[in-house]
């Protein structure tokens, strides 16, 4: 069975540090998505990509974060610099066409910021 | 594994009762609404999905209902088991806008 993958699956840095998540989702899936998830809440989406342009990143705090798909297939997060309130988990996700198909989610990165 | 909803609302209920796991939703143009099931240290799982045309949809042992005059979507799971036991979060779509939100999800505990 397809599933998305990421890495690295547990990341801990001290602040100011610069971090990058990898995202690979299911083939074929047009859509893919970038989360925040703080301990006792629910996901926040950061960016959502279409093939490879970016169609929502209103919630990504553009100062210090980015995140490309360069190809359309893979994904890369980036926080440069890292500060404290950045600890969290990143999850990853795919559709196949866009936000009304199923999302599919990968297992997450947890982010320690020291 | 980490623990996923420290704080999160609980609803406990005994092996073999039904659930009944509700949500309110913010934004009246919403067209697509999904359950998810998180457990820890693992991604949310899709469990059902419901279009704003519609007000019920069932699957095997769970239900969604969705009220758009309230705004108000509820996950029912008939026959709880403890494979059931997990955070559930409710989220919302909206097409014109592509915002994805989820709520602040629920912690279902199911007794023995």
């Known amino acids: 069975e397809a599933e998305v993958a990421q890495s690295p699956r547990y990341k801990i840095t001290e602040k100011s540090q610069a971090v990058a998540f990898w995202c690979d989702p299911i083939s074929g899936h047009a859509t893919l998505y970038w989360y925040r998830q703080i301990l006792g809440q629910g996901p926040e989406l950061l960016v959502q990509?279409?093939?490879?342009?970016?169609?929502?990143d209103s919630q990504l705090p553009k100062d210090r974060f980015s995140a490309e798909r360069l190809k359309g297939v893979d994904s890369t997060l980036k926080i440069q610099p890292a500060e404290l309130g950045d600890s969290a988990m990143y999850l990853c996700?795919?559709?196949?066409?866009?936000?009304?198909?199923?999302?599919?989610f990968g297992p997450g990165t947890r982010l320690t910021v020291l | 594994g980490e623990s996923v909803g420290l704080h999160l609302p609980t609803l406990s209920v005994q092996e073999g009762d039904n659930s009944i796991i509700n949500c309110a939703y913010s934004n009246s143009a919403s067209d697509y609404f999904i359950w998810y099931k998180q457990e820890s240290g693992k991604g949310p799982q899709f469990i059902i999905d419901i279009r704003s045309n519609m007000d019920k949809r069932q699957g095997q042992r769970v239900t969604v209902l969705l009220n758009k005059t309230v705004k108000h979507l509820s996950l029912q799971i008939a026959a709880t088991q403890p494979g059931d036991s997990a955070v559930y979060f409710c989220a919302e779509y909206t097409s014109g806008t592509y915002k994805y939100i989820f709520g602040t999800g629920t912690r279902l505990k199911v007794l023995a």
């Open positions: 996700a795919s559709s196949k066409r866009d936000g009304t198909d199923t999302q599919y």
């Open positions: 990509f279409q093939d490879e342009s970016v169609v929502d």
